[in-house]
């Protein structure tokens, strides 16, 4: 009985220390937060280099938050304003999935999340639109929201290839997350022409996210399990079968003794 125990325990150990296993490596990475991060530069940017009337009406950067006043004015075929975040050197993303950002908008319903990749053999310093733009619009309220988002959410959009000359979404150009040049926080409608509003960024941080692996690990060990049992009750069943095939019939014969 004590041997049976010491066998199921060992059985069910193995997915917990694999579990464990699992759990040191996702933490081995710390997270990446741009923002608050002094190492980080702020800028703010509008469609007024370009010729337009858009303007960016109070920009501020503290310790906590990054808060930017815009208004969008017609003289620019689309409107633009927004703001970016820089070191001066690229950013690798290579071993990060996911990002999180805290973000409020007051007049917006939605704004775009870009990460400006630049490629080897393909961008050019001078051209910035050379340059690859992942691009993920985040639905945004007036209340600071947390979001969590997964680097594989964010795509490039048919204008970049057009700009570029190329084929609508060819494969053969891919993005270089080693690579990252700014991230951008724009907006991603016309809500209105002359009318001001107002974001606020608490927060911007990539990480490595565990969900795809504990996924995986929660249906290994749903198998691991099933074929646990599936082979212990052949074993036992089995056992039953040998004793019974043993199993011969004995004829008791009454003897009657006479006195």
Known sequence: MKFRILKLSLILSIPLISAG?????????APLTIFPNDSFRHASFSDHIDGGNSSIDEFSSTGSSIIMKYTLREGYKIPYAGLQITSGEFINLKKYDS???KISSNKSEKLRFILISFINNFSISSKPLSSMYLIKEIIVTKEI??????LSEFRVEKWWYEVNELNPFDKSIKPDFESISAVNIENAECFGFNIQDEVKIDEITFYKSGKRKWFIFAVLTMLYLILTYIFRKNIFSSKQ??????YKKIEFKKHFYQS
């Open 21 to 29: 296993i699992l759990l040191i490596h996702s933490l081995r990475l």
């Open 99 to 101: 990002v999180k950002i």
């Open 145 to 150: 929201k947390s979001f969590d988002i997964s």
């Open 241 to 246: 079968e040998t004793l019974f095939s043993n």
